[in-house]
């Protein structure tokens, strides 16, 4: 997915003040942000159904297809920390506006791609705009809603998120089938220009100024690598999406092969199990408020775990229930860093720490699009499971050896011996996990 919570964002200038009092935006702007989220990932992960049509079409390797997966995340994790600093130059709701429309292109332009190497150039060139979406969309929640209604604006934003993941590689195998995987493209093309033109009417402006961030933000960066917590949880987040794309990008090929002999509707359709990791994630705040981020991570590890050793089981009903397992526990595993991140840094480098966990999370995912290749080569899907769990258990052991030094204000921590500050209003999970 398709997620953070607790720590500002890099691209996140201070909110406005902004009294309870205020009046708030109808109910049409929370549609509007919904549909924004849901449009920046209705194309992130198009590709995944798509891999094994694509390596028979270009035939090329496994490694060389799954570019297409690690393309876009590659260019979120490389340009979201720095989107910020230039968009809040401008109003919010016309940066998130022009970034849809400006998605639009890249992904008509793919469907005219004549090789694989074009292809994923379009691919890079649709992660390009994803950053304009979901790094301004808490910002500009933040200034258009109340704090008491603040919520109900991420949740609108995370549900896009989670709904527009599953919609767009349902979308793509479905018109693969019908018409090719160029299609796919055309199809999600048009849906994303919709998408853009009922964005920027619908959304109100933000208020509160415009500015640049603080430099100290970005300075603080090199301090912030010399934390051993804070690099665990800049390595938890790797992982997370890491396991999650390589899972969900070579279980196709599994089901794709003589076995099962799954086409791309049926590999699309297996992408159903995120609305099971979308209906798990909502209490998991209320766990991690009472048992902490670090218990928790173990908890949701095993649960993987075994989800990823379903998947061995040669039964289609298994390896479903597997996917399932393991997509609710990388939302729940993201849920847990992202929480336990703003309690071990100091309030003004929360932002650089967003940064910087926001770039690890999805270089994560570029690599978990590619890396597995070689482990398939050598054992197939078998070996690529254990490679996943090898994440997954070195994921737990950077929690084991850091977590517990969790500074006060992390979940789970002690309290502290005078009141802190309110933090700023946080990142919600699916912002990151929308995969």
């Given amino acids: 997915m398709e997620q953070m919570q607790g720590m500002t964002t890099p691209a996140a200038p201070p909110a406005a003040p902004f009294s309870d009092a205020a009046r708030e935006p109808g109910p049409g702007a929370l549609v509007a942000l919904g549909l924004a989220g849901f ?36 260019a979120v994790a490389l340009f979201a920390p720095l989107v910020g600093a230039w968009a809040v130059r401008f109003p919010l709701h016309r940066v ?3 970034a849809l429309a400006a998605m639009v292109v890249p992904t008509l332009l ?11 150039a379009w691919r890079f060139a649709q992660g390009l705009a994803v950053p304009g979406v979901y790094a301004v969309g808490v910002a500009y929640a933040a200034s258009v809603w109340p704090p008491s209604s603040l919520g109900r604006a991420t949740a609108a934003l995370v549900t896009g998120n989670v709904l527009g993941g599953f919609v767009g590689r349902a979308v793509a195998g479905v018109a693969a089938d019908l018409a090719g995987w160029r299609a796919a493209f055309i199809a999600l093309g048009i849906l994303t220009a919709a998408g853009a033109v009922a964005t920027w009417r619908l959304l109100p402006p933000a208020a509160g100024p415009r500015g640049g961030e603080p430099p100290s933000a970005w300075r603080s960066g090199a301090a912030l690598l010399r934390s051993g917590p804070v690099v665990a949880t800049l390595g ?18 599994h089901l794709a092969g003589p076995r099962f002999g799954l086409g791309s509707s049926g590999l699309s359709a297996i992408f159903g199990v995120y609305l099971v ?12 408020a009472r048992l902490g981020p670090r218990r928790i991570l173990g908890l ?27 997509c609710s526990a990388s939302f729940v595993n993201q849920a847990a860093a992202t ?14 720490a967003s940064g910087l966990y926001i770039a690890s999370y999805y270089l994560g995912g570029a690599v978990g699009g590619v890396l597995p290749a070689s482990a398939w080569a050598v054992g197939g899907w078998p070996a690529c499971v254990v490679l996943i769990a090898a994440a997954q258990v070195v994921t ?6 850091w977590w517990a030094r969790a500074l006060p204000g992390a979940p789970g921590s002690p309290p502290p011996p005078a009141p802190r500050p309110e933090p700023a209003p946080g990142i919600p999970a699916s912002l990151t996990g929308g995969v």
Avoid: M
């Fill in 96 to 98: 998130i506006g022009a």
């Fill in 396 to 401: 737990l052991a950077l929690a084991l050896r």
């Fill in 39 to 74: 449009c920046a990932f209705l194309n992130v992960y198009t590709a995944q159904p798509l891999l094994p049509l694509l390596s028979a079409t270009f035939r090329a390797s496994k490694a060389a297809t799954g570019l297409t997966v690690s393309a876009p995340n590659l």
């Fill in 277 to 288: 990791g979308a209906a798990v994630t909502p209490p998991v705040g209320a766990w991690i």
């Fill in 236 to 253: 938890v987040g790797f992982a997370v999406l890491f396991t999650q794309v390589a899972t969900f990008t070579y279980v196709t090929y």
């Fill in 300 to 326: 949701s590890l095993a649960v993987g775990l075994v989800g990823s050793a379903l998947t061995l089981v040669p039964a289609l009903w298994s390896i479903v229930l597997g996917l399932a397992l393991s």
């Fill in 339 to 352: 929480s336990y991140l703003p309690g071990a840094v100091d309030p003004e480098h929360r932002g650089a």
């Fill in 110 to 120: 793919a469907a005219t791609a004549t090789s694989l190497p074009v292809l994923v």
